[in-house]
Antibody, heavy 124, light 107 residues
Framework: EVQVVESGGGLVQPGGSLRLSCAASGFIVSDYYMDWVRQAPGKGLEWVGRTRDRARSYTTEYAASVKGRFTVSRDDSKNSVYLQMNSLKSDDTAVYYC???????????????WGQGTMVTVSS | DIQMTQSPSTLSASVGDRVTITCRASQSISSWLAWYQQAPGTAPKLLIYKASNLESGVPSRFSGSGSGTEFTLTISSLQPDDFATYYCQQYNSYSLTFGGGTKVELK
């Protein structure tokens, strides 16, 4: 079965750091763009960042709201993607979803596989 | 960033109704638009990609249309599982953006 599973969420103090993981199964992560999307409680969806596939040298893009604080990375040996979050603020409180994007061949493309999400709460 | 504006924000309808949701982009995005459905407490699910292409496994009562800056999602005959929130998303630019969502609720 093709799926992604997020982990690593929790409670963190303002200014702190957290690393989220996204483990993929049923497909090879290095063949796809992989994205992170978040949803604050009761709010809509906000794209956070992406890592492109191996053919695009794993280049990254970020939303302005997280640029310089968040980093998307990969570990192909673990078929996983990560979101390192630093200098966390209360506004970063949200459910964070990992989503599969297109390949470099099919780009641009939508997110066809989503994980169940992991909750991050930034509070003192 | 490209802004995506959905209307209405809430829609009250009955089972069997034909429902239309509109999404407007602040600049042309060609046909690089997707629609997602999100039921409460669950992850979004892809319904439509490239404005009018039905994702595999999605019922044919869902359809999408439009190009440039104006797009619509239509549900031809609303079913009980369709009461959810719907989001449009543009993927034309490096910075991807979603609409604010349309909640379809029972009248």
């Amino acid at each position: 079965e093709v799926q992604v599973v997020e982990s690593g969420g929790g409670l963190v103090q303002p200014g702190g750091s957290l690393r989220l993981s996204c483990a993929a199964s049923g497909f090879i992560v290095s063949d796809y763009y992989m994205d992170w999307v978040r949803q604050a409680p009761g709010k809509g969806l906000e794209w956070v960042g992406r890592t492109r596939d191996r053919a695009r040298s794993y280049t990254t893009e970020y939303a302005a709201s997280v640029k310089g604080r968040f980093t998307v990375s990969r570990d192909d040996s673990k078929n996983s993607v990560y979101l390192q979050m630093n200098s966390l603020k209360s506004d970063d409180t949200a459910v964070y979803y990992c989503a599969r994007g297109p390949t470099s061949t099919t780009a641009p493309g939508a997110f066809d596989i989503w994980g169940q999400g992991t909750m991050v709460t930034v509070s003192s | 960033d490209i802004q995506m504006t959905q209307s209405p924000s809430t829609l009250s309808a009955s089972v069997g109704d034909r429902v239309t949701i509109t999404c407007r982009a602040s600049q042309s995005i060609s046909s690089w638009l997707a629609w997602y459905q999100q039921a409460p407490g669950t992850a979004p699910k892809l319904l439509i990609y490239k404005a009018s292409n039905l994702e595999s496994g999605v019922p044919s009562r869902f359809s999408g249309s439009g190009s440039g800056t104006e797009f619509t999602l239509t549900i031809s005959s609303l079913q009980p599982d369709d009461f959810a929130t719907y989001y449009c998303q543009q993927y034309n630019s490096y910075s991807l953006t979603f609409g604010g969502g349309t909640k379809v609720e029972l009248k």
